[in-house]
Antibody
């Protein structure tokens, strides 16, 4: 049974950084990707970036380049997303989501079959 | 402004059929990239509803179906039920935008 569990809510000051964790269990870490998607209050979904844990390869949305870092710890099957230089507009629920990855063909899917429960990050002075 | 355009809201009575459109362009849906659909109930994480245009994950009722043509895609829900009231998002891949993974702005489905 696949489970994706994220760390708890955070309150941060403008200019600081936040690091959110995402632990995946019940599957094979080498067979998937982890993306990060955020949702501002009352708004839609916005993809931030993703990592292929077995290869350590990352790809980020241009909007977040230079401000976001995604890493993965294969030993604990946990991915992390760190967002720096926080501003009030970064207040949102941050989700991690799993995509599929085939190591032999280096093919990945861009849909997300399992999602974490979400982590609310509030940026406020 | 989302790269994929969805109507902000749709509504229907129980038992009826509704469709939600998702309009893209030649760099995403029109470039033959697949379209996926998610359902988001209030206060919960999105749930995969349709993948690769018209495939349902295990456990998703066959009342939900997807289609794609040209630069657009649609989600159809038949036999509408009160529990279908939720936000629905389409998603695809874009070769030109600064974000390879793109979502529609979302559609609020109200069951009357």
């Amino acid at each position: 049974q696949v489970q994706v569990v994220q760390s708890g809510a955070e309150v941060k000051k403008p200019g600081s950084s936040v690091k959110v964790s995402c632990k995946a269990s019940g599957g094979t870490f080498r067979n998937y990707t982890i993306s990060w998607v955020r949702q501002a209050p009352g708004q839609g979904l916005e993809w931030m970036g993703r990592i292929i844990p077995i290869l350590g390869i990352t790809n980020y949305a241009q909007k977040f380049q230079g401000r976001v870092t995604v890493i993965a710890d294969k030993s604990t099957t946990t991915a992390y997303m760190e967002l720096s230089s926080l501003r009030s507009e970064d207040t949102a629920v941050y989700y991690c989501a799993r995509g599929q990855f085939d190591e032999s063909s280096v093919y990945e899917t861009y849909y997300f079959d399992y999602w974490g429960q979400g982590t609310l990050v509030t940026v406020s002075s | 402004q989302s790269v994929l355009t969805q109507p902000p809201s749709v509504s229907g009575a129980p038992g009826q059929r509704v469709t939600i459109s998702c309009t893209g362009s030649s760099s995403n849906i029109g470039a033959d990239y697949d379209v996926h659909w998610y359902q988001q109930l209030p206060g919960t994480a999105p749930k995969l509803l349709i993948y690769d245009n018209n495939n349902r994950p295990s456990g998703v009722p066959d009342r939900f179906s997807g289609s794609k043509s040209g630069t657009s895609a649609s989600l159809a829900i038949t036999g509408l039920q009160a529990e279908d009231e939720a936000d629905y998002y389409c998603q695809s891949y874009d070769s030109l935008s600064g974000s390879h993974v793109i979502f529609g702005g979302g559609t609020k489905l109200t069951v009357l």
